[in-house]
């Protein structure tokens, strides 16, 4: 009898917040060939790139340990098992992993992306500290984070084409408290072209704008700005993230000894340039008004040709899914 545990790894916000949307299917499955070798395939409701990890803790006429493939799309396949003896049947069990993210790309840091509000708007941005250095824990590499303080029901851009992954619309405002942080917040997750993840949180609820699929091009409106507690302290917050190349040689086997001291962060993050009203780009200091200012040029910049025609004819920036 071939037993099958699979165990999905989910990241709290600490690491990443990056969870998988709700209500969408995702799964891995095998198929037992003619030539008796067995092949894994992984399907999603979700797109874009995935990470999935196939530990075998149980192998018989069979070579492998741990296989470690980047799927994208929705679905694909992951590895055949082959036979040693091609005269028996592969017996086996596994648990499985699977991280969002294409840890083959290479993250741009040179691109310029447009700030998540609209154009000649000016907004104050403060930096975000990790939290997670309240429990001793060090700071996932490059941490950066935004808070950009806006008023209320403010239009909420994307900052560059991509396609979404993540979205999460269930959270509701707190009136009655003072919240610096909560850990539930509305969110948007969309993956670029190389491999990045911005990451909007504090968004309005019943506000948002777009759903998993759909692709969105710079200053497309995705949601309204939202708050943990009342209108008046209304914000998004902002992060860009990638899967790093590290977990490609992390031992999961370690992952039972580390707590919150310890940690392994298995994301990145990166500190680009945004594009800002005089026409120039900068990185964001913190406690510093900007005022949001781009062109076509940088909207039509990730388009292919067909996209830009209809762009032009139409002006429409999400493409629906």
């Known amino acids: 009898m071939i037993s099958r545990k699979i165990s999905f790894s989910i990241l709290c916000f600490l690491c990443v917040n990056l969870i998988f949307s709700q209500n969408y299917k995702r799964s891995i499955n095998y198929k037992r060939n003619d030539d008796k070798s067995i092949t894994f395939n992984?399907?999603?409701?979700?797109?874009?790139?995935?990470?999935?990890?196939?530990?075998?803790t149980r192998l018989e006429n069979a070579s492998a340990n741990v296989i470690k493939r980047t799927v994208e799309g929705y679905g694909g396949q992951i590895y055949t098992l082959k036979p040693l003896n091609s005269s028996g049947g592969i017996s086996f069990s596994y648990r499985s992993r699977m991280f969002y993210g294409n840890v083959k790309a290479k993250p741009d840091e040179t691109f310029k992306y447009i700030l998540p509000f609209k154009k000649n708007k000016k907004v104050k941005v403060r930096n975000?500290?990790?939290?997670?250095?309240?429990?001793?824990?060090?700071?996932?590499?490059?941490w950066k984070s935004w808070q950009f303080l806006m008023k209320p029901n403010d239009t909420i851009l994307?900052?560059?084409?991509?396609?979404?992954?993540s979205v999460?619309?269930?959270?509701?405002?707190?009136?009655?408290?003072?919240?610096?942080?909560?850990?539930?917040?509305?969110?948007?997750?969309?993956?670029?072209?190389?491999?990045?993840?911005?990451?909007?949180s504090v968004l309005k609820e019943n506000s948002i704008m777009v759903k998993v699929g759909d692709i969105v091009y710079p200053s497309a409106p995705i949601a309204l700005a939202g708050s943990y507690d009342s209108e008046e302290n209304s914000q998004v917050r902002l992060s860009i993230y990638y899967l790093d190349k590290k977990i490609l040689n992390y031992d999961f086997n370690q992952?039972?000894?580390?707590?919150?001291?310890?940690?392994?962060?298995?994301?990145?993050?990166?500190?680009?340039?945004?594009?800002?009203?005089?026409?120039?780009?900068t990185k964001l200091e913190p406690n510093t008004f900007y005022s949001g200012g781009f062109d076509d040029s940088i909207i039509e910049l990730e388009m292919t040709k067909r996209e830009k025609r209809k762009w032009k004819k139409n002006g429409l920036l999400i493409k629906i899914r």
């Open 42 to 56: 992984y399907s999603s409701d979700i797109p874009g790139s995935v990470l999935v990890i196939l530990t075998f």
């Open 128 to 142: 975000l500290n990790f939290l997670g250095k309240k429990f001793g824990n060090a700071a996932p590499k490059n």
């Open 255 to 281: 992952r039972e000894n580390e707590n919150l001291q310890n940690k392994t962060h298995l994301y990145s993050y990166i500190n680009p340039h945004f594009q800002i009203l005089d026409g120039n780009s």
């Open 158 to 165: 994307a900052i560059r084409k991509g396609i979404v992954i």
């Open 168 to 200: 999460s619309d269930e959270a509701k405002s707190d009136k009655t408290k003072k919240y610096g942080y909560r850990s539930n917040s509305n969110s948007i997750k969309i993956e670029h072209k190389d491999g990045t993840i911005a990451n909007y």
